[in-house]
């Protein structure tokens, strides 16, 4: 084994729901201790910044159940069963905001919490909106705000935006538009 390497003995698979699976591994480490490590598998996801032609970024508020908050984010959710990161940045933002991009431009991803996730989410730029709205059940409860880029990136500083995905993707964003 090399430096930080672990070998895992075996893993055990405690959940299965709907879309998550918790797993806990047993590991031995290098130095030979055994330990165990619960992991989160989860499908890979996609987030987008729906950017419009005036400047203005659409985001949504929602309540967040499992930290019992309302948050300010970029559109985002998963990938259905047989669809690309691009089909499934796509539909969301149907769903989400009722617009669909003519044009989408990936952004890179990253894996959300690797310490004890397997979700990858991959990132996009919206440009080129078009009103096409998609019903979906889940988005009932969803608040679309827009705002400029600038007045969305100080969301950021002040704290009114403060989930990981959409940092992230704004901050990218910035950078490719040079805002």
Known sequence: MGPGEEHRLSIKQIYQGRKIRLRLDTIQKKDGKIISREIVEYPDSVAAVALDDEGKV???RQL???IGQTLLEIPAGGIDSGE???DAACRELREEIGFGPQKLEGMGGFYLSPGYSTEYM???LATHLIFSPLKASDT???EVVQVSLGQAL???SSGEIRDAKSVAAL???KSIKHI
């Open 58 to 60: 659409f985001l949504v």
């Open 64 to 66: 967040r159940r499992a």
């Open 84 to 86: 690309s990161p691009e």
């Open 122 to 124: 991959h990132l996009f």
């Open 140 to 142: 009932a409860d969803i």
């Open 154 to 156: 100080s969301f950021i």
């Open 171 to 173: 901050l990218l964003a």
